[in-house]
């Protein structure tokens, strides 16, 4: 009889076991509550009941906490499994592989589109506005995502981005009012397809963010091209303005801009002025202002600087309101004339194709290498953050079931270590080809703050904060 008790004990002190030696029938009885009481004082845990509940209350009890137990055994296997795609990540140069493998297929898929986009605008020119209102909401619902990440969606409410919605709201809600077609072909084919000039955007393939900068600067216009020589309807006898005069070229889009430029003053100038500085948010201005030390800053950076910090904004508005102007002026001729229209279009595409063509040869070429390393440790972290924590659980409490997720933690942990010790110090070295690594007094600088490699975490995109920007091995700000 003493034996049955010592081998009782012995179960009932597993942290499992202890609740799997009862049965539903057993609960009802007095004897189970008592020897429940006694493993209680025993193993003094908090989970065993020390009153005489009902039936119920303990069916419940012992259901809440097999669920529990089953958790913890998915959550062992998921850390078992987690730690087995983070050996593997780092074996064989693999996770080099994978950042190379997105951006070619990154790359492949941005030629693509550029094809479709080709192919419809001659082939079906009228239906190039319906795949561009697709295109731009995913894009740009990526974009919230993205910037919100980085404390960046306040560069959400330029002045780009503004253009667009109006364009789709031209498209869905009022495509027969040539006035209006006209006002979103003056801000598309004015300071929007002009600031791709200044600003120098790019045409790289493999980047989302370049990619998507293109898109919301040069689409527009496409659109509108397509619509202004292709749309009989729209431009027939009877729809068309008899003389289109200043009011149509000029009024109207400056309104449509000031309306923007308003909102934008008091909305993320003045009301939520405390909030971006509480937060440490990124603005236009706040972005295009900052000169970093030992660098000389672009031309827009050193005048916001020449006026003082309470005066800036102004500056900026009234640069903004001048350049705006200024692009507006010939757009009536682009309206009147396809030839002068096309060869504008042409010119400006040719131009991304050449700022795209310098990024690749010049700098993208002597530092895709170099960024690697950073890029390998900054998906790896993204990739194990998205898995999750396992160990959740208040590491104090001392019932059965969290002695049961300690032991599984701490047996995960000696396996951490064990491959930690066969893991090379500098796992990188093996990643990198032997023809590609840097010499010694050749190192290529890298500012992980101004990256233009493709990925779109590190740095908003030169177009979106209108920042000029060289190709050299660590761009200036």
């Known amino acids: ?35 429940l009481q006694h493993d209680s004082n025993n193993n003094n845990s908090p989970l065993v009941p020390t009153s005489c509940d009902s039936p119920t209350s303990n069916f419940k009890r012992r259901v809440a906490e097999s669920k529990i137990v089953k958790k913890l055994k998915v959550l062992e296997f998921v850390n078992e499994k987690r730690e087995e795609f983070q050996r593997d990540l780092y074996k064989d140069g693999r996770a080099s592989q994978l950042i190379r493998t997105k951006d070619k297929f990154s790359f492949v898929l941005g030629v693509l589109n550029l094809c479709v986009i ?51 709201f031209f498209i869905y809600g009022l495509p027969d009012r040539q006035w209006y077609f006209i006002t979103c072909f003056c801000i598309a084919n004015g300071p929007l397809l002009g600031a791709v000039i200044p600003y120098r955007n790019s045409m ?11 898109i919301v600067h040069i ?5 509108t091209y397509s619509l202004r020589w292709n749309d009989e309807f729209l431009f027939s006898k009877q729809n068309q303005i008899e003389e289109p005069n200043w009011k149509n070229f000029y009024l109207y889009p400056i309104i449509a801009y000031s309306i923007w430029q308003l909102v934008y003053f008091f909305w993320v100038g003045k009301f ?17 202002s900052t000169i970093k030390e030992g660098e000389k800053g672009s031309l827009i950076s050193r005048y916001l600087n020449f006026a003082k910090p309470n005066h800036r904004l102004f500056f900026f508005i009234f640069s903004q309101f001048t350049y705006t102007l200024l692009t507006i002026l010939p ?37 895709y290498v170099a960024q690697m390393k950073a890029r390998e440790e900054r998906w790896t972290k993204i990739i194990m953050s998205s898995i999750g924590n396992t160990t959740s659980f208040n590491s ?8 049961y997720s300690k032991q599984q933690q701490q047996s995960n942990t000696l396996n951490s270590t064990h491959h930690k010790k066969e893991k090379p110090k500098d796992h990188y070295q093996q990643l990198t080809p032997p023809n590609l690594k840097h ?33 050299s091995s660590k761009p200036n700000q």
């Open 1 to 35: 009889m003493e034996k049955k008790d010592k081998n009782e004990k012995i179960i009932s002190s597993s942290p499992i076991n202890i609740f799997r030696r009862y049965s539903i029938a057993d609960v009802g009885s007095g004897s189970s509550i008592s020897r």
């Open 118 to 168: 080709s192919f419809i605008c001659g082939k079906y020119p009228l239906y190039l506005q319906y795949f561009f209102s697709g295109e731009y909401l995913v894009l740009f619902a990526t974009r919230i995502i993205l910037y919100k990440r980085k404390k960046l969606h306040y560069f959400l409410f330029d002045f780009c981005y503004f253009a667009n919605l109006m364009l789709l």
């Open 204 to 214: 790289v393939f493999h980047s989302l963010d370049k990619a998507t900068s293109v």
């Open 219 to 223: 689409f527009p216009s496409l659109v």
């Open 272 to 288: 939520k002025k405390d909030t971006i500085k509480e937060n440490n948010y990124t603005t236009s201005l706040s972005f295009l």
């Open 331 to 367: 757009c009536w001729l682009y309206y009147k004339y396809q030839v002068i229209h096309s060869l504008y279009l042409i010119f400006v595409v040719t131009v991304c194709l050449w700022n795209g063509a310098n990024f690749y040869i010049e700098y993208f070429s002597s530092n």
């Open 396 to 403: 104090n409490c001392d019932s059965p079931i969290m002695e």
């Open 439 to 471: 010499q010694k007094g050749h190192e290529t600088q890298f500012d992980s703050d101004t990256s233009y490699i493709g990925h779109e975490d590190l740095a908003p995109d030169t177009d979106d904060v209108h920042h000029h920007y060289n190709y």
